[in-house]
């Protein structure tokens, strides 16, 4: 079992840039794929990026397309910690971000594959 807790959350102009980091507790998530979501002021929760586990050790990365580019997920297995690196801010980023968690490891969009939430960061760009 995962405990997830977000942090790094804040304010920012328009083509700023933050860094969202979740750490974890209970059990280390080396093995566990891993994701973030978010959540727009009333609109549903959508997937960001997801960093999976490759054969090699390494982990295989993937974003929707609205912040390729922009964005860079990392893990660090030492520190049982996720980060959202965020760079060129824009007004429509603007949501609750969420780390997620999956035992099986295996890449999905979908909310409903994750097994363990974090309780969300609030992010506000500000143009």
């Known amino acids: 079992q995962v405990q997830l807790v977000e942090s790094g959350g804040g304010l920012v102009q328009a083509g700023g840039s933050l860094r969202l980091s979740c750490a974890a507790s209970g059990r280390t998530f080396g093995n566990y794929g891993m994701g973030w979501f978010r959540q727009p002021p009333g609109k549903q929760r959508e997937f960001v990026a997801a960093i999976i586990r490759s054969g090699s050790g390494g982990g295989f990365t993937y974003y929707t397309n609205s912040v390729k580019g922009r964005f860079t997920i990392s893990r660090d297995n030492a520190k049982n910690t996720v980060y959202l690196q965020m760079n060129s801010l824009k007004p429509e980023d603007t949501a609750v971000y969420y780390c997620?968690?999956?035992?099986?490891?295996?890449?999905?969009?979908?909310?409903?594959?994750?097994?363990?939430w974090g309780q969300g960061t609030q992010v506000s760009v500000s143009s």
């Open positions: 997620a968690a999956m035992e099986s490891s295996y890449y999905s969009t979908l909310p409903s594959s994750y097994d363990y």
